[in-house]
Structures are given as structure tokens and as C-alpha cells.
């Protein structure tokens, strides 16, 4: 049987900033940058303003800021509230088929603050907690969806651990101990997609990569072997049933899957199932100007799991709208767009809108493409015009802000100027996309302006 748990605390305790590439290095930047707009954008939204009420202030001085009031919350604290907020517009990056950077940046902006932790400690954090969760996921054949997990919240609990136990220089054994606590703490359903639970997902996922790494360092204890025993992680959480706990390859180390997987931009705030096709579509309603009346029907050819996690067929709100193909190929043809301002209440309930979604069909494969993803090799879109004439997309592979098709420096500050300047002021906004895009070189995390209470144009 494989040492899984020690190989990846070893690896997590030895990591330094000077292992990783420039590719890795771009990779956590835009992960961190990417989630700190999300994250900024997305705090005024009811499920944080809930989780947020139900966490009490800190009086500590090692606390961590709420993000973007500035509240002084207990790390753990701020890592839940500012998780939420990350994850709940879902406009948050992608990768390892899950959401890692809403779940990593929490968790290491909060307990780096706490311990005061530079930006070279930050990348390294976050890169061990991809690298963790790229492991365990390259020993399972099988894809957490079609079990009904979250990967977020089950492979982000051991990564958020690894990340904060890289920050707090635990040695290999501590390590180990708090990857096997979070592995108790790994939860979450695709069932809740649509609904504030989702988001719930990541911050209590943050949360507890911070609690199991505080833990472990106090001396609290768990198994040695979580990961690979019979009745432990890989085998309880097996969609499969066939893990490759026996005769799998540890590579943590030497195989750097940031460098090669990377981090994938939404460039909408919806369930990245729908991203291609997207894409595709706002392509041919420019290309032919389209409009509502002109189209008799709109074909989709996707996958079976991206299928799966798309479960709302008519849906009634806006977050019930971001698993919905239909919705996406409707906002796309009726606003030529799919933002923030769409997926609304109000706009979803618009009966142009509702009468659109009966026109979309889809049609699947159960084909998977290679790579981290458990979607289709591509996806297809195709219009009938209400005149019979059928107008075709080539498959898409990758949607534009992927890894293989990545956003330019410009373009990554577009989308975080879009959603920082929802709270901040243009300056302020401008000058925390600098600090993040040299994060590297930052002293102090703490010298971020993550809060909105400098008064500056």
C-alpha cells in the first residue's frame, strides 16, 4: 500500500517559494488575484450578509480582516465569511475540477494575516494546496460528481489544510496530522448547487483548513494514513470504487500540475459546465445578429456530467439560473451577454427570458475529454432560424480565459476592476490589483487594502 498521507505532508513541509516555476508562479497569481475581485464583488450578497451576522467581531490582534468592511474577525471566522463571498457569485477560477483558489485564498489570506506572513509565503501555501489536491484526485479514476460530491469541499479540505500548514512551517508529521483532520471535515452535495449552500461549501472548507492546521499544531492527532487505509479518504470518497491506492504513482514534487492544469478564468458567473457553450453562442448571435424572434430552436451537444451539475431546466432565480444551460443560451441571445446584471431575480423572471428556455436542447455524450475536467472533448452549439436555416458553431475545446486559452494581463484586470469597483473606489482598486500582481515581492500580506475604509480617489 502507498504512504499517500506522509509523501504529501513531506512534500507540503519541504515546499519552498524557490521550487516553483514561473508557470507555477503565474498559476497561484492569477488564482489569488482572480478570487480576491470575486471575493470583493460578491460580499454584499445575502448568504454572506447571513453567514457574516452569525459571526461575532475579535478583539484579538491576531485576528483577520472580514472582507471588504474591515471587520476584525478570528482567522478561522474570516476564512468562512470571506469563502462565501469568494464562491457565491460562482464567477470564482476553476481547476481540478473543482473551484481550488475559493478555497485556498480565504484560508491563506486569513491565517496569513494572522501570522503576518509575507507573498512568497502565500504562493507557496498555495501552491502546496493545489498540489495535494491534484495528487489524491490523480488517484481516482472516477469524477466526485457522478457520486454526488462537491470536489470543492471534499478535495479543498485537504488542500486549505496543506496551505495553512505550509504558512504556520509545520514540520512533515504535524502536517500529516492536519491533512487527516480536514479529511474528517471533507463534506458537500452537488444537490445544493443553485442554492446558498453552495457557497456555504467553501467557506466552511477554508474554515477548516485553518482549524485542522491550528489543531495540528497544538499537538492534536488524527491517522497516518487517512488517505490511502482501507476505511479512509481515497476509499470513502471513491466514485470508482478502485482507487489507486496499491499501484498509483506518487509524483507530488516532481509533477507539477499547476504548471500543467493551471487555473481556468471564468469570464461568467456561471457553473463553468456552460463556459463553451457560451462562448459558441455569443459568437453566433454577433456573427448573425441575431435576435429572440429569429430563432426557432437552440441545439446543445454537451456532456453527461457537466449535464448532471446543470440541473435547472426552467430556473425560477438567480442563483438557481447558474446551473442552467438553458438560462445560459437564453441570456445569451436575448442580452448578447451573460454578467452579473443577467443572472438576477429579475431578469430570470422576465417572461422573454422564460418563454426562451423551451427553445434550448440538449443532447449528450458520455465521452470525457483528458485533463482535470469531467466534461465532453468539446462542446457544440447550433441555431434553427425560424426560416429553417441552421447555423453552426465549431466544437469549442476550451473556453477563452482556460489555461490553453488564457486571459492577458489586461483582461484579468478588467474582470477585477468589474468587480472590485462594485465596493472600491477606481484607485483603490487599481493599487490592490498591483499589490496582487506582485504579490510575490509583498512583505506582508497585511499590507493588502482588502477593506474599504481608506477614504483615497
Known amino acids: 500500500m502507498l504512504d499517500i498521507t506522509r ?17 507555477c508562479r503565474e498559476a497561484a497569481r492569477t488564482g489569488i488575484i482572480d478570487c480576491v475581485g470575486v471575493m470583493i464583488a460578491g460580499a454584499a450578497e445575502q448568504p454572506v450578509r447571513i453567514v457574516s451576522a452569525m459571526v461575532a467581531a475579535s478583539t484579538q490582534n491576531d485576528g483577520a480582516p472580514e472582507v471588504p468592511s474591515g471587520r476584525n474577525l478570528a482567522a478561522p471566522d474570516a476564512a468562512l465569511v ?16 473543482g473551484h481550488p483558489s475559493t478555497v485556498l485564498v480565504p484560508a491563506i489570506l486569513a491565517e496569513g494575516w494572522s501570522l503576518d506572513s509575507s507573498g512568497a509565503d502565500a504562493l507557496a501555501a498555495y501552491a502546496a494546496g493545489y498540489e495535494v489536491w491534484a495528487q489524491v484526485i490523480a488517484l481516482e479514476p472516477g469524477h466526485l460528481h457522478e457520486r454526488g460530491f462537491h470536489p470543492t469541499a471534499v478535495m479543498g479540505a485537504l488542500a486549505t489544510a496543506a496551505a495553512c500548514a505550509r504558512l ?7 502536517t500529516a496530522h492536519a491533512i487527516a483532520i480536514a479529511a474528517s471535515l471533507a463534506s458537500g452535495l452537488v444537490a445544493n448547487f443553485g442554492t446558498m449552500t453552495k457557497s456555504l461549501h467553501a467557506g466552511r472548507t477554508a474554515q477548516s483548513g485553518v482549524l485542522a492546521a491550528r489543531l495540528a499544531d497544538q499537538g492534536f492527532t488524527a491517522s497516518l494514513d487517512v488517505l490511502e ?3 479512509g479518504f481515497l476509499r470513502a470518497h471513491s466514485p470508482s470504487g478502485t482507487p489507486e491506492i496499491e499501484n498509483g504513482t506518487i509524483d507530488i514534487g516532481r509533477n507539477w500540475r499547476l504548471a500543467d492544469l493551471g487555473i481556468n478564468v471564468k469570464r461568467y458567473p456561471t457553473c463553468y459546465a456552460t463556459h463553451r457553450s457560451i462562448d459558441a453562442m455569443i459568437d453566433l448571435v454577433k456573427a448573425h445578429k441575431l435576435k429572440p424572434d429569429d430563432v426557432k430552436e437552440i441545439r446543445v ?10 440541473r435547472n431546466t426552467n430556473p425560477q432565480t438567480g442563483l438557481e439560473a447558474k446551473f442552467s444551460m438553458e ?3 437564453t441570456a445569451a441571445l436575448i442580452a448578447g451577454r451573460v454578467g452579473l446584471s443577467e443572472l438576477t431575480d429579475e431578469f430570470v423572471s422576465r417572461p422573454d427570458v422564460g418563454a426562451t428556455f423551451a427553445k434550448v436542447r440538449c443532447t449528450t455524450t458520455d465521452e470525457i475529454m483528458p485533463g482535470d475536467q469531467p466534461f465532453a472533448p468539446d462542446d457544440r452549439v447550433s441555431v434553427v432560424l425560424t426560416s429553417g436555416e441552421v447555423l453552426e458553431h465549431a466544437p469549442v475545446v476550451h473556453a477563452k480565459g482556460s489555461w490553453q486559452r488564457p486571459l492577458s ?4 484586470q478588467d474582470k ?7 465596493v472600491f473606489k477606481q484607485g483603490q482598486a487599481a493599487a490592490l490589483f498591483e499589490q496582487l500582481w506582485n504579490i510575490e515581492d509583498l512583505g506582508s500580506i497585511r499590507s493588502l487594502r482588502l477593506t474599504n475604509d481608506r477614504g483615497d480617489a
Not at 456532456?303 to 448532471?308: K, S
Not at 494581463?409 to 484579468?412: A, I, K, M, N, S
Not at 477585477?416 to 462594485?422: E, G, I, S
Open 7 to 23: 509523501q504529501t505532508a513531506n512534500f507540503v513541509a519541504g515546499l519552498k517559494l524557490s521550487d516553483l516555476s514561473g508557470r
Open 82 to 97: 470571506n469563502g462565501v463571498a469568494a464562491h457565491v457569485l460562482d464567477y470564482d477560477d476553476v481547476a481540478l475540477a
Open 168 to 174: 504556520r512551517n509545520l514540520d512533515s508529521t504535524k
Open 229 to 231: 487505509h482501507q476505511t
Open 301 to 310: 451537444h454537451t456532456g453527461v456530467t457537466q449535464r448532471l451539475m446543470l
Open 327 to 329: 438560462f445560459a443560451m
Open 409 to 412: 494581463r489586461d483582461e484579468l
Open 416 to 422: 477585477f476592476m468589474d468587480c472590485a469597483t462594485r
